[in-house]
């Protein structure tokens, strides 16, 4: 809930629009019959409903965020697109790998009164050439900001946004550059008035209108749980007045996933993820480290840095076991990169293949830090 508006928003909607765990109903009775079933193997799967049948999947979503509290939710998904056109023909027995069209809708609710509603739509053309993400959504999210007590000071974070982005790859590559705009109109308000001194002249009414130069690079052999290829992106955000925000600030991030096998059922998962701003940027859209089994938001600084490792183990085709540990550091405006705290997490998870065809796999990880444990509800990888 503390990311820049614009990589919160886009990661939000990337796992939005990823989520898929449960009961479906078909919307067309009058195709062939509907079986939940992979005639492949005969375990239980989605796929033929997700992209022959192309029924709208209601997903159950379950909030385990410590910075939110335990929470429920709703979503739609509608899948379309090159791979549920290689579904519908018999003789196709591995889909391409260019990413299906999704839609989605969805709203959830918290135990501390969080709540916010989204929707969302991802779509390529021309053979994945050209790749489209946008969205809207609107928050109401009650959190806390630690600052230079490392005391939690509980705030209200509400607000409209918007997410436009369009990529375009470059030549015959896996490379893709575009741009990304985000506005975000917001309210924040310290419960009780206290705000924080450190914060200085603390404004309840912001908007954030910003632009950023986006380079991506995709090797992914599946976008949604990966065994091989990576994944990188390199953002530059400007936020100005003229960008239709009052905030005037710069962010430089950097973040890259690779997977590699190192048997046929071992695969070693690396991340690296940095951000790093200038300018007066909002105290929630501040730089923090992002690591399972750290509550969102508490080691926040002017920068952060976050690194990963996972290490997975295919049981069977269907079923996978997980171990991971990462570590990170936030820094720059409170406390120098020497003084400040190294964060360090460790844990581990399962997946199941719930969707073959999509490549979409459905699971739980448990990680633990510095006095604090959280579990978390996954659809396909933890890194987006």
Known sequence: ???????????????????STAVAVDVHADEQPLSFFDPEDGQLDMSDF???HKGALPVPIVITEPAVGYGLGLGLLFFSGPIADAATDTTADHPDRVPPNVTALGGLYTANGTWAAAAAHFHTWDDDRYRYLGALAKVDAHLDYFGLSSQPRAYTLQGNALLQQFLVRMGNTRWYGG?????FDSSSTFTGGSVPG?????QKDQRIGAGSLIVDHDSRDNIFYPASGSFAEFETQFA???FGGTENYNV???R???WIPLTHTLILGLRLDTKFSTGDIPFYAQPYVDLRGVQKGRYQDRNALAAEAELRWDVTPRWSLLGFTGVGKAYGRLQSFSQAQNVQSV?????????????????IDVAHSKDQNAFYIQVGSAWR
């Open 256 to 258: 890259g996933f690779t």
């Open 179 to 183: 741009v990304r705009y985000v506005f």
């Open 50 to 52: 997700l992209l022959k």
């Open 347 to 363: 844990g581990a998870g399962f997946r199941y293949l719930i969707a073959r065809k999509l490549g979409v796999s459905i699971g």
């Open 1 to 19: 809930m503390h990311r820049d508006p614009a990589s919160k928003l886009a990661r939000l909607t990337a796992a939005i629009v990823v989520a």
């Open 252 to 254: 430089y991030a950097a």
């Open 198 to 202: 450190e914060l200085g002249h603390f």
């Open 240 to 242: 100005r007045p003229g």
